[in-house]
């Protein structure tokens, strides 16, 4: 099947001479929620930007749908909805018009009941006769999402939703978009939040100085997250590891003044006394115990580190 986006080896350099986006490949597929992980400045809105045809890119191919954003640019863009990461609304016009003008602008047909279902679908529809500057922050980004869905896209855009938004606001956006989502959408949203691409993603990229680092099934990540492992710090430093003790599925750490023992905290439960009573035969002293888990955090950071 086609995929809902295709990325091949896209570069983006500003007119600066910043290279923003480096040899991106990326498939988006379709039905799927597809979260953009990256500290700010990784180039998420760039990235999006170029799929959108809002900024153009410097090398590459994107294909929406199997249509290529340069030579079949209308039938591209009518597929995506964007949702801009800024709040930008006509203050003075009702909810109603402010929808019904971004349906027109993509040349569709007049359709009131299709309307009334996205704002429904938002919970905006008793406030359609309402001016935007009457609206409350949390309404005004679904607003943005319903005016973004006007043309009935396929394919929705959704820069940083949560930024600046406040905990209650946020679990209200996600809602939506799992609403969304289970009406067949696809979904990219991007993110420096990481429980947000934990939360709400089916996959995750993690996207840094203008390279996508990672891209890994959601549940995949989660299960490099029960990873936990035991230290073990030693009264006096090992130049080497002894074979029993490796045997025993230790690890020497840098130092050489502990032990790491790596286990699926999801799975087993580690024999701390048998590991303690091996590290005794083998006359290694032990000093302290503690056990770490790695977090998507970790990941997260060891690889932009990297
Ligand atoms: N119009 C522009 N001209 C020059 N550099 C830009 C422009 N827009 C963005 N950049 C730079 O490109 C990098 C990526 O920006 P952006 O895509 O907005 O990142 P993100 O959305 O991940 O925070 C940043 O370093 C930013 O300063
Ligand atoms: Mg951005």
């Given at each position: 099947m086609t995929s809902a986006i295709s990325i091949q080896n896209v570069s983006k350099t500003y007119?600066?001479?910043?290279?923003?986006?480096?040899a991106i490949n990326l498939d988006i597929e379709n039905g799927e929620i597809f979260a953009l992980l990256g500290p700010n400045g990784a180039g998420k809105t760039t990235l999006i930007s170029l799929i959108c045809g809002i900024v153009t890119k410097t090398s590459g191919s994107i294909k929406v749908a199997g249509h290529?954003?340069?030579?079949d640019y209308r039938a591209a863009r009518k597929l995506i909805g964007l949702v801009p990461q800024e709040l930008s609304l006509?203050?003075?016009?009702?909810v109603w018009s402010t929808v019904k003008f971004s349906r027109a602008l993509f040349g569709k047909p007049r359709d009131d009941a299709k309307l009334e279902a996205i704002l429904k679908q938002l919970s905006l529809f008793d406030k359609?006769?309402?001016?935007?500057?009457?609206?409350?922050g949390g309404m005004k980004r679904r607003v943005l999402i319903a005016k973004a869905l006007a043309h009935e896209p396929s394919i929705l855009f959704l820069d940083?939703?949560?930024?600046?938004?406040d905990v209650e606001l946020r679990k209200d956006m996600w809602n939506v978009m799992r609403k969304l989502a289970e009406d067949g959408t696809t979904i990219i949203l991007t993110t420096h939040y990481i429980e947000e691409a934990e939360m709400m993603a089916d996959r995750v990229g993690v996207i840094n100085k203008g390279e996508i680092i990672l891209v890994e099934d959601k549940k995949v990540l989660m299960e490099k997250l029960g990873q936990k492992q035991l230290i073990v710090s030693l009264e006096e430093p090992l130049d080497r590891l002894p074979t029993k003790i490796a045997k025993l599925g230790f690890n020497l750490m840098q130092s050489g003044k502990k032990l790491s023992y790596q286990y699926d905290s999801k799975k087993e439960k580690p024999d701390i006394a048998k590991l303690i009573t091996g590290l005794s035969a083998a006359q290694i002293a032990v000093a302290d115990l503690s056990t770490q888990q790695s977090s998507l955090e970790d990941i997260f950071l060891d690889l932009v580190k990297k």
């Open positions: 007119k600066t001479g910043f290279s923003a986006l480096k290529d954003i340069n030579s006509p203050i003075f016009e009702t359609k006769d309402a001016k935007i500057n009457s609206l409350s940083e939703p949560s930024a600046g938004v």
